[in-house]
């Protein structure tokens, strides 16, 4: 069985500072581990995604992500939090076929 | 169109209607989800498929809830005699491969409200 858990329902950062969002996952195989963002009245978009290639996975608009199977987490990072970045991040996990499970999202909130 | 494709944007049923939504995935797409996402939670699987062929229907939460794709292109999602509980975001995606975890590309979706 697979699962998903965003450990964090609400993140709310200043301007110019660091990201954090955490999640950890639950898979019975090797995983694919995917980050989707969504704005407001805007469709889900791929923000990265990590498939046993470099740990260490590099995304769109800054963001990275690294998968650390010790911990069975895969947590999204940005250096510098900008405004437009404000919106839903989704954890998502796939073992291949076609079930895809979300997490449940975080919502960040960047303050000026 | 470059990108998925859904219609109607909203749609307001009342309850016991049929509705019906549609969705024009990216040409040459093979793969087809159809997801229901509730207010303020993470997208559910409702279905997959596989150029004409469903091959995962689990997820739907009902038998009032019906999916096609006869053609291996657009493909409709019936939910029929509405109820409450299913307003929701209906959101499709489409991808390139079948079982190699290509991206997903997600329409806007449509936001039903049954009242």
């Known amino acids: 069985a697979q699962s998903v858990t965003q450990l964090d329902s609400h993140v709310s950062v200043s301007e110019g500072t660091p990201v954090l969002l955490r999640c950890n996952y639950s898979?019975?195989?090797?995983?694919?581990l995917f980050w989707y963002v969504q704005h407001p009245n805007k469709g889900l978009q791929l923000l990265l995604k990590y498939t046993s290639a470099a740990t260490l996975v590099k995304g769109i608009n800054g963001f990275e992500a690294e998968f650390k199977k010790s911990e069975t987490s895969f947590h999204l990072t940005k250096p510098s939090a900008h405004m437009s970045d404000a919106a839903e991040y989704f954890c998502v996990v796939s073992t291949g076929g076609f079930k895809t499970i979300f997490g449940a999202g975080t919502r960040l909130f960047v303050k000026a | 169109g470059a990108g998925v494709s859904q219609s109607p944007r909203y749609k307001v049923a009342k309850r016991g209607q049929d509705v019906a939504l549609r969705c024009d995935p990216i040409?040459?797409?093979?793969?087809l989800f159809w997801y229901q996402q509730a207010l303020g939670q993470g997208p559910e699987f409702l279905t997959y498929f596989q150029n004409e062929a469903q091959l995962d229907k689990s997820g739907l939460p009902s038998d009032r809830f019906f999916a096609e794709r006869p053609e291996g292109s657009v493909s409709t999602l019936k939910i029929q005699r509405t109820q409450q509980e299913d307003s929701a975001v209906y959101l499709c995606?489409?991808?390139?491969?079948?079982?190699?975890?290509?991206?997903?590309?997600f329409g806007n979706g449509t936001r039903l409200t049954v009242t």
């Open positions: 898979s019975s195989y090797s995983p694919s």
């Open positions: 040409s040459g797409h093979v793969s």
């Open positions: 995606a489409s991808s390139f491969g079948g079982w190699d975890n290509s991206p997903l590309h």
